[in-house]
């Protein structure tokens, strides 16, 4: 079993609707969530992060955090073609200290107009 | 500089040649990182440096990986004997402090060919 596992896609989703984008992980002592956005032929972009379980907004973004089952997803509301990448799941299974990610493989979202 | 900045930005090499890849990352963070992503793959951790101290080498994948931080800036990647295996894109991120939920600022890595 992958430490954390994503679903590669690629997720079609027509330009207005919500995007939800999956994740799961195998370290139950986790602490630190994060959603990476990158675009071919890019590095790794910031975009949320989450340490509690329930919800947490940012504009068009929400993370979603469920320590019991293991898994954390990202929405994105009224998804625009610019949103189309490759977005990546990461999870720091150390409880403080430094930031030694654990990425997923990634889900490739393609937001059609 | 504004960024972390890595080179060369492409490097294409011969099995058995040693490479150096090079990482400068945002003035003032103390934590630097270096990943390497293949081709469809996720991230996968290589080692951490606080300062100029690597406390966690583990992801390194063999001997003929090394790497160095000087000056508690500058950080080089060496890889030694070269093999085909070794192609990914190798990303460098910094980040202020060690911290465990800090943000790592990527450079747009280097693109290792090796033929």
């Known amino acids: 079993q992958k430490e954390v596992e994503q679903n590669s896609g690629p997720l079609s989703v027509p330009e207005g609707a919500i995007a939800s984008l999956n994740c799961t992980y195998s370290?139950?002592?986790?602490?630190?969530f994060f959603w990476y956005r990158q675009y071919s032929g890019k590095s790794p972009e910031l975009i949320m992060f989450i340490y509690s379980n329930g919800d947490k907004e940012d504009g068009r973004f929400t993370a979603q955090l469920n320590k019991a089952s293991q898994y954390v997803s990202l929405l994105i509301r009224d998804s625009q073609p610019s949103d189309s990448a490759t977005y990546l799941c990461a999870v720091n299974p150390r409880n403080g200290g430094y930031n030694k990610l654990i990425f997923g493989a990634g889900t490739r979202l393609a937001v059609h107009p | 500089g504004a960024g972390v900045s890595q080179s060369p930005s492409n490097k294409v090499t011969e099995k058995g040649k040693d490479v150096e890849l090079r990482c400068d990352p945002i003035?003032?963070?103390?934590?630097l990182y270096w990943y390497r992503q293949s081709l469809g793959q996720g991230l996968e951790f290589l080692i951490y440096f606080q300062g100029n101290s690597a406390p966690d080498k583990s992801g390194l994948p063999s001997d003929r990986f090394s790497a160095e931080r000087t000056g508690g800036s500058v950080s080089t990647l060496t890889i030694q004997r070269t093999q085909q295996e070794d192609s990914a894109v190798y990303l460098c991120?910094?980040?202020?402090?060690?911290?465990?939920?800090?943000?790592?600022?990527f450079g747009s890595g280097t693109q290792l060919s090796v033929l």
């Open positions: 991120a910094s980040s202020l402090e060690p911290g465990g939920s800090e943000k790592l600022f």
């Open positions: 003035s003032g963070h103390t934590a």
């Open positions: 370290d139950r002592g986790s602490q630190s």
